[in-house]
């Protein structure tokens, strides 16, 4: 686990503001996700991407954008049009790479993202 | 698009007990089922999964069941200790048309299991 991180571990936002929060990963994985988790919810997905420079919307891309420039890195951006950001933030990485897994999916420690 | 539902939301057992956590998909299409551990404030981890040609995995005192027929499949923890206390995620995996694609996961909405002394 120690292969996917994320920072920073806590982010507080003003109202209208666009922030970013980072993944990287050192497991050579193909594919990297960014989840949304709020409290008492399962996760929810919000952008995938299987490959460098091509990503897709998952269940609630609406607010968000990514951008995947390096395979190590994917990179969340949660704008100011998402009504509702706060939120556990979670990036997660799957696809062969030196864990020589194919589906299982590794998570990344989190972001908490509150909006003042 | 998948559609995952699970239960109980919660779950309370005295240690050394057994707990059942049971979820269903709705998509025939979805081809793996992993069980996600959580714990406050921290990452989910992997404990099990099961692939949709396989009937039946386990691991020492985890073990998970699933039945393709009536899309559904049960976490099972036999021997339960406090340190099982936490959140407990079902999902399920649907792989996109063609090409390399890693699919997507669609989680349930999580047990909270506590296990008391």
């Known amino acids: 686990d120690g292969g996917i991180t994320q920072s920073p571990k806590y982010l507080f936002r003003k109202e209208g503001q666009n922030v970013t929060l980072s993944c990287e990963q050192n497991l050579n994985h193909d594919a990297m996700y960014w989840y949304r988790q709020d409290p008492g919810q399962g996760l929810r997905l919000i952008y995938y991407s299987q490959i460098v420079n091509d990503f897709q919307k998952g269940d609630i891309a609406e607010g968000y954008s990514v951008s995947r420039e390096k395979k190590e890195s994917f990179p969340l951006t949660v704008t100011s049009a998402q009504k509702n950001p706060t939120a556990f933030y979670l990036c997660?990485?799957?696809?062969?790479?030196?864990?020589?897994?194919?589906?299982?999916?590794?998570f990344g420690p989190g972001t908490r993202l509150t909006v003042l | 698009g998948e559609n995952v539902e699970q239960h109980p939301s919660t779950l309370s057992v005295q240690e050394g007990d057994s707990a059942v956590i049971k979820c269903t998909y709705s998509d025939s299409a979805s081809n793996y089922f992993p069980w996600y551990k959580q714990e406050l404030g921290k990452r989910p981890q992997l404990i099990i999964d099961?692939?949709?040609?396989?009937g039946e995995k386990k691991d020492q005192r985890i073990a998970v069941t699933l039945n393709k027929t009536a899309k559904h499949f049960s976490l099972h923890i036999t021997e339960t200790q406090p340190e099982d206390s936490a959140v407990y995620f079902c999902?399920?995996?649907?792989?996109?048309?063609?090409?390399?694609?890693?699919?997507?996961?669609?989680f349930g909405q999580g047990t909270i299991l506590t296990v008391h002394p």
């Open positions: 099961i692939r949709s040609n396989v």
């Open positions: 997660a990485s799957s696809g062969g790479g030196i864990t020589k897994t194919y589906n299982e999916q590794f």
């Open positions: 999902a399920a995996l649907t792989n996109n048309a063609g090409g390399t694609s890693y699919g997507k996961l669609t």
